[in-house]
Nanobody, 123 residues
Framework: QVQLVESGGGSVQAGGSLRLSCAASGSSGDMGWIRQSPGKDPEGVAA???????RYADSVKGRFTISRDNAENLLYLQMNSLKPEDTAMYYCAASGVRSLGPPPLGATYYAYWGQGTQVTVSS
């Protein structure tokens, strides 16, 4: 059983930055951030394994940075140069398993999701 609680969302102007945090309990394994807008399919934007190996969606590459603190079971997403199209509910997710390389971005890989934190980017 893995439980996840996100924080750090909010409203920001285009070009601004936000830092999302996720507090996990249990054996989280690989972790990632998944976003979803109304009427859209979930989109995995970033993933990280326990060794710190990362994978990013093309849409956020160079702007977002995922990191984790294994000792404290914390996950972060630093979001810079935000665009209106980044507006979504952002979910912290955990697979519960460990990969040797960068984990998949696909939402179906992650068995555990948090409740989400809303990110709104205004133009």
């Amino acid at each position: 059983q893995v439980q996840l609680v996100e924080s750090g969302g909010g409203s920001v102007q285009a070009g601004g930055s936000l830092r999302l945090s996720c507090a996990a309990s249990g054996s989280s394994g690989d972790m990632g951030w998944i976003r979803q807008s109304p009427g859209k399919d979930p989109e995995g934007v970033a993933a990280i394994n326990r060794d710190g190996m990362t994978r990013y969606a093309d849409s956020v590459k160079g702007r977002f940075t995922i990191s984790r603190d294994n000792a404290e079971n914390l996950l972060y997403l630093q979001m810079n140069s935000l665009k209106p199209e980044d507006t979504a509910m952002y979910y912290c997710a955990a697979s519960g398993v460990r990969s040797l390389g960068p984990p998949p971005l696909g939402a179906t890989y992650y068995a555990y999701w948090g409740q989400g934190t809303q990110v709104t980017v205004s133009s």
